[in-house]
């Protein structure tokens, strides 16, 4: 089975500017969850996609949404970006076949450069 | 406030040593532990715990949970130069029931195994 995906893998942009990142989640696997990842504060959560709904959400602003179509692939929007958006953006898949624990399986993420 | 700690965050050692990396938390609602290890790239999956005193292993590399002291250990014996990595221990702590994708993560511990 092909690895989560995610597109692009660097991307550089300036303030003000927004950013689109893409993830494609394993084969089968309905469950997307999104993560920031910065030196200072480590790997932060910020929000999970189940079916088309977001199901849970960090402690993020506004400026962060997401959204999940039908075929599980998953978008993160970043609007009006500032400096400190500058981080290594992660995507992690699971099957989320019941209501146990199930392993997350991280994608190669986005490195996000804001200028 | 939902927590995880790791410790040391650093560590240095030559092929051969073991190495022990400590995990603890505090969170609401646990559901599962998780260990992953970090190179350059996105983290990768090592093991998950959601029972007290159940050892994993895997080759050289073993967990325990501990659920009423709430931490983690995962060991490393016979080191390797591939063992180099930053190794992340998260928590699953959901929002509200049966949603999944919340993972807590600790700061992480830094390998760095010497020839």
């Known amino acids: 089975k092909a690895g989560v995906t995610q597109t692009p893998r660097y991307l550089i942009k300036t303030r003000g500017q927004q950013v689109t990142l893409s993830c494609s989640p394993i084969s089968g696997h309905r469950s997307v969850s999104w993560y920031q990842q910065t030196p200072g504060q480590g790997l932060q959560f910020l929000f999970e996609?189940?079916?088309?709904?977001?199901?849970n959400k960090g402690n993020f602003p506004g400026r962060f949404s997401g959204r999940q179509f039908s075929n599980s692939r998953s978008e993160m929007n970043v609007s009006t970006l500032e400096l400190g958006d500058s981080a290594l953006y992660l995507c992690?898949?699971?099957?989320?076949?019941?209501?146990?624990?199930?392993?997350?399986?991280f994608g190669p993420g986005t490195r996000l450069l804001v200028l | 406030e939902d927590k995880v700690v790791q410790s040391p965050l650093s560590l240095v050692v030559h092929e051969g040593d073991t190495v022990t990396l400590n995990c603890s938390y505090e969170v609401t609602n646990f559901r599962s532990l998780l260990w992953y290890k970090q190179e350059k790239k996105a983290p990768t999956f090592l093991f998950m715990l959601t029972s007290s005193g159940i050892e994993k292993k895997s080759g050289r590399l073993s967990s325990i949970l501990d659920k009423k002291e709430l931490f983690s250990i995962l060991n490393i014996t016979a080191t390797q130069t591939g063992d180099s990595a930053v190794y992340l221990c998260a928590v699953e702590a959901p929002n509200y029931g049966g949603s999944q994708g919340n993972l807590i993560f600790g700061k992480g511990t830094k390998l760095s195994v010497k020839p």
């Open positions: 992690a898949s699971s099957p989320r076949l019941a209501g146990g624990s199930e392993t997350q399986y």
């Open positions: 996609y189940f079916s088309e709904t977001q199901r």
